[in-house]
């Protein structure tokens, strides 16, 4: 039987091209984005190993606040501290760092990289140090308050050269420096894609951060001592009231490279989630080939039943086919996919994040993954279709036709009713009461009883879908529409991958839509500006607090005012604090105060949000105990309730809250209201004047703010549609095999049309309508699930915030259009193909 | 009344294959099918009568000589005014497999004015349709017609159209003598009463006996012509030629 299955395999090449190539692209999305991970992985891991190479000791504050989403905000240490290291015996040399937000202007006035959206602006100290992180390729070191050092990707993409003036804004403001050195990194120009301007100490104390601090110190020993022995050293040397800690290069290496790790093992996990998708949809088209190729079989599996195979040996051999496909097309899928992770890095290159050299790193738990799961996936695919092989009578060797029998059985739409009931039903029990979690169970009942129901749906559908074709192509039109209800099982398994993947976008996308009406419901009731300054970055860096001041000056304006974010710990644990300026406050920006007005708002006080209170049974006179970045102690008195906390959150303070800390504190936001009468030209003239005086932000209208903010989401949705894409290709490869095996078993009727007149062309168009009729199947059946889904994920996140359901018109119409074009694309290669077919074999019966 | 040629065929050669495998299928054949006659081609299995009525439909490539359809030359036409020359000119009945399923008795019957996207002449339809008794199956698809009525549609589709001549390869191989001698009759029925030319193609002399005239073919060269036949002159004749 094995040598009767492997003739049967290699007797077929183009069936074997045909199925492997789902395999492929399945198991190939899979190796590709594990090996890329690796890659990322190591990347990362070599080039801090590298950086901290020659740094034997690293002394940084131990008061660190982490807050949600693995921000940390780590105290910064008093600069007295670096004498005293260097005074350590075993210390051959220090140097004090700061890492902090600043920015270059390029010469064209813009700041390098994108606002926000791209990888870190980072400011710094550069100078001659044994464990230097940073080396001078080109200059010298900056020395004094006017120097600055770039890095060589910075330098290169600004067209600076050495003596230039370079414009850089950071905490305090912008201000003018001469270039006097540029620097790389390790062995790269510049880490991910940041951007780095590099001081003296000094200078980058004073303008990075606070006179008098800086983030941590990178100790050189001397070699008498091991690096255990010399961190041990120090920190005797330094006193417990500075709260410090020593860690050994190795330790920070170590510590760097895991907290890189984490942040990466978030993209690795996205990426691995969505391939599995992508492979979970290609195992429909893997099934649905297995499922063809066998009805096509079907007088060879019988003629071999008729001389005495049993049902058993037909069945083997077709799994043993499988077990081939499954090993040849994971195989060439491993190696696809290192191909594809390649194009990957590649791609990162262009959009200008340099990564470090080295090869690329395919894990053996990569290999081993791939050919195991492509395997395992092609075999389950192929049990069923092999089953039913085993199942044929003997006596189908004498039908003429093998066409593939459709029997659609009663059981098979009660069981898909039923699906679908038990998922509706466990959806309503969720919104009568249940637990959220029974959501996902309810989510998959539907799925699994949509995909049940396909053969009973596909029919009246695909006909109601393919009537304008008819209407529009008259009989090529009639033909396709009936061609592609003519098999219900074989459209349906071929319409399922799109309806999957055109469900979750759906879905995505109507969650989207709900997110972005929501905020702009949000800003539209609170900013009751006329312009905004808006910068995109989050948590790092933002607007110096004095633009809302500057602006605040400006005879146009009515009233600005900034708003801003504090990381504190309240009760142990990490927690946002809103800041305002409630001397301006008011009636720029409404955060629905229900009790208490800003001017009850000091340095000694705070307002929580109604929802806090109530549910900490909080009242106006209660304090809270605060703790500041810096480890200072703040109670506070509650001294205001409002009810707007969509951007406010839980807290909020007075930006004077911290005016006597170390902590630097920056705005996101600052809002302006016009003086009744002043032309939009001239505000947003002088506006724009002061915006450009500190290099940062940008100048929006109200509608424009609002929009942006609205439209923010977009850009998670750009990722997760990339991501999907993968599905979308493997759905539309599944079209085209399906649709060349049709053209394959149809030959003879393709040819008795051709004889009877039909122009190549009008074949083309037959087997183009049919495609398309199916691709849209899948769309519209998909866009009805994932509007629900969509509708159900809001639902699950009303405690989060989402209060209204938005269907996402604008996507579904897009949808729409691309699995039309889909449809026609698929359709290209089999319908010259069908054009192909030999007039006379196919009228000249054998 | 003096009949026109509806097809011509001058010098026609096919060969099959190369060097030793060759097989020369056709050689130097000539022959004329005049409009508004029935003409039968017979000959033993492998003597080329397929593949002449292939060559003259259009169906195939000859390797020499020429072919003309209602005064058209077909080796000059392109593939595209080929398969309209069929669409239009021509009508086909084949042994088996003669209709497409999708599509009803009716559709199958327009198909080639479908595809044209032509009307045709429904009056003409009708006269076609009533003649080969399909009236009340019209709405039904082919696989809830019984072979003899699957053959009257294909029949009634080679005439729909009014071609210019209708060929036939073994259109009753397929059917049990009685219905084979129906679609026979209604084959005469179209050349007598409605005037169309038709060419078929059979082994079966009592078939052929249907037709106004027989032309024998013999390892791919014509061998004789019998008019008016009777089965008992076919055989006798095919007894002559060695047969
Ligand atoms: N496609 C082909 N390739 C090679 N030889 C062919 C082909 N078609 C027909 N022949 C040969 O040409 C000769 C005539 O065939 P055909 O016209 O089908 O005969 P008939 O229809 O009279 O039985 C036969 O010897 C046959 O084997
Ligand atoms: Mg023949």
């Known amino acids: 039987m094995f040598r009767i299955a492997l003739k049967g395999i290699l007797g077929r090449k183009a069936r074997l091209v045909l199925t492997s190539l789902a395999v492929i692209l399945g198991t190939s999305f899979l190796s590709g984005t594990a090996v890329f991970s690796a890659t990322l992985n190591r990347t990362f891991d070599n080039l801090f190993s590298d950086v901290f190479r020659n740094v034997d000791s690293y002394v940084r504050s131990t008061q660190v606040i982490e807050a949600d989403f693995g921000a940390e905000e780590r105290q910064r240490i008093p600069v007295e501290l670096v004498d005293m290291v260097k005074q350590v015996p075993g210390v051959a040399d220090v140097q004090a760092d700061i890492q902090a937000f600043a920015r270059i202007i390029g010469k064209d006035g813009q700041p390098l990289g994108s606002e926000g959206a791209g990888p870190p602006t980072f400011g710094g100290v550069g100078q001659e140090f044994k464990g230097a992180l940073w080396t001078i390729s080109e200059g010298r070191f900056a020395a004094g308050p006017t120097e600055v050092v770039l890095d060589e990707s910075s330098a290169k993409a600004g067209k600076f050269a050495l003596n230039d003036k370079v414009k850089v804004v950071a905490q305090t403001g912008s201000r003018e420096f001469t270039l006097v050195g540029i620097a790389s990194y390790g062995d790269v120009r510049s880490p991910g894609g940041a951007t780095f301007a590099l001081f003296d100490l000094a200078t980058a104390q004073e303008f990075l951060a606070k006179p008098g601090f800086v983030d941590d110190i990178l100790v050189s020993g001397d070699g008498t001592l091991s690096d255990e022995e010399l961190a041990k050293a120090i920190s005797a040397a330094i006193p417990s009231s500075y709260k410090t800690e020593t860690l050994t290069g190795a330790q920070i290496t170590k510590e760097t490279q895991d907290q890189i790790g984490t942040a990466l093992s978030f993209f690795s996990i996205l990426l691995s989630t969505f391939s599995y998708i992508a492979l979970g949809v290609g195992s429909f088209v893997i099934y649905n080939v297995f499922s063809i190729s066998a009805a096509q079989r079907q007088r060879e599996n019988a003629l071999l039943r008729a001389i005495g195979a049993s049902k058993k040996q037909v069945t083997r051999a077709l799994m043993i086919e499988s077990v081939v496909v499954g090993l040849f097309g994971s195989t060439i899928g491993l190696f696809a996919g290192i191909g594809l992770s390649k194009a990957l890095s590649a791609l990162l290159k262009a959009a200008s994040i340099d990564l470090p050299s080295g090869g690329l790193v395919v894990p053996s738990s990569a290999i081993i993954n791939t050919i195991v799961v492509g395997l395992i996936v092609t075999v389950a695919s192929a049990w069923l279709p092999a089953r039913r092989a085993g199942r044929v009578p ?6 003429e036709t093998a066409i593939e029998v459709v029997a659609l059985s ?68 009639t033909m396709a529409r009936q061609n592609s209800a003519r098999n219900p099982k074989r459209t349906s398994r071929t319409a399922a991958p799109v309806l999957i993947g055109v469900a979750l976008v759906t879905a995505v996308a109507a969650l989207a839509a709900s997110i972005s009406t929501q905020i702009d419901g949000v800003f539209t009731q609170q900013f009751k500006g006329d312009y905004a300054i808006s910068t995109n970055a989050r948590g790092f860096g933002g607007l110096s607090p004095s633009l809302a001041d500057d602006i605040n000056t400006l005879p146009e304006v009515e009233r600005a005012t900034g708003i801003g974010l504090l990381t504190v710990k309240i009760d142990g644990k990490g927690q946002y604090l809103t800041t305002i300026n409630p001397a301006t406050v008011d009636g720029v920006f409404d955060i629905g105060l229900t009790s208490g007005t800003y001017a ?64 630097i504190n920056f705005d996101l ?13 001239s505000a947003r003239t002088v506006l724009q004047a002061a915006v450009d005086k500190y290099g940062q932000g940008t100048l929006l209208s109200k509608r424009e703010y609002i929009d942006k903010q609205s439209g923010s989401i977009n850009q998670l949705l750009g990722l997760i549609y990339g991501l999907l894409f993968l599905s979308v290709i493997i759905a539309v490869v599944g079209i085209i095999i399906t649709l060349l095996l049709s053209v394959f078993e149809r030959q003879r009727e393709i040819g008795l049309l051709r004889a009877v007149g039909m122009t190549k062309s009008q074949v083309r168009t037959t087997v183009r309508w049919e495609s398309v009729i199916t691709s849209l199947l899948g769309a519209v059946v998909g866009i009805v699930l994932g509007v629900g889904l969509g509708w159900v994920i809001v639902y699950a996140l009303r405690d989060q915030g989402l209060s209204s359901f938005s269907v996402p018109v604008g996507p579904t119409v897009s949808i729409l259009v691309m699995a039309f074009v889909i449809g026609v694309l698929a359709a290209v290669y089999p319908a010259w193909r069908a054009t192909r077919v030999n007039l006379l074999a196919a009228i000249t019966t054998a | 009344m003096n009949n026109p040629s509806a097809a011509t065929a001058t ?12 097989v020369r299928a056709l050689d130097n054949v000539s022959v004329q099918f005049e409009t508004g006659k029935f003409t039968a081609i017979m000959g033993p299995s492998g003597s080329g009568k397929s593949t002449l009525m292939h ?38 009945v084949f042994q088996s497999f003669n209709l497409v399923p999708t599509l009803t008795a009716d559709e199958n019957i ?11 002449n429904e009056e003409w339809i009708q006269k076609v349709i009533n003649t080969v008794h399909l009236q009340d199956r019209l709405t039904h698809r082919p696989s809830e017609l019984s072979g003899g009525q699957q053959q009257r549609v294909a029949v009634a589709r080679a005439l729909a159209s009014e071609p210019a001549i ?32 038709i060419v078929m193609v059979t082994h079966d002399p009592v078939s052929a006996s249907y037709a106004d005239r027989i032309v024998f073919l013999k390892d791919g060269k014509i061998a004789g012509e019998l008019l008016n036949p009777t089965p008992e002159l076919v055989l006798d004749y095919m007894k002559n030629l060695g047969h």
Request: aromatic share 6%.
């Open chain 1, 410 to 477: 009663r059981r098979r739409t009660l069981f898909g009713l039923l699906l679908i009931a038990l998922g509706a039903a466990t959806i309503i029990a969720v919104t009568s009461g249940a637990s959220n979690k029974w959501l996902g169970l309810g989510i998959l009942f539907v799925f699994s009883g949509t995909i049940t129901l396909g053969p009973v749906i596909a029919r009246p559908v695909a006909l109601l879908l393919g009537k304008p074709a008819e209407k529009l192509r008259g009989v090529t039109g």
């Open chain 1, 600 to 663: 009850d708002l000091t340095a000694e006080t705070i307002f929580v949000s109604q929802k806090y209170a109530e549910n900490n049974k909080a009242k106006l006179g209660d304090t809270l105990q605060v703790t500041l970045a810096d480890a200072q102690v703040k109670t506070l008195t509650i001294a205001g309730i409002y009810e707007f906390d969509d951007i406010a959150g839980k807290y909020t303070v007075s930006r004077d809250l911290i005016k006597d800390s170390t902590v």
């Open chain 2, 11 to 22: 010098n026609v050669s096919k060969i099959y294959g190369h060097g030793d495998s060759e």
């Open chain 2, 166 to 197: 209708i060929f036939a390869d073994e259109p009753t191989g397929n059917l049990d003598s009685t219905t084979g001698n129906e679609i026979l009759s209604f084959m005469r029925k179209a050349v007598d009463e409605l005037g169309q030319t």
């Open chain 1, 394 to 399: 003997p006596l189908a060797a004498m039908r």
């Open chain 2, 55 to 92: 060559c003259m439909a259009g169906l195939d490539e000859m390797t020499q000589g020429s072919v003309t359809i209602a005064d058209i030359d077909i080796a000059s036409l392109k593939d595209k005014d080929l398969t309209k020359l069929r669409r239009d000119k021509i009508g086909f």
């Open chain 2, 110 to 120: 327009r198909l080639p004015l479908l595809l044209g996207n032509n009307k045709g």
């Open chain 1, 669 to 681: 936001g600052v809002y302006i209201k016009l003086k009744s009468g002043v032309s939009d030209q």
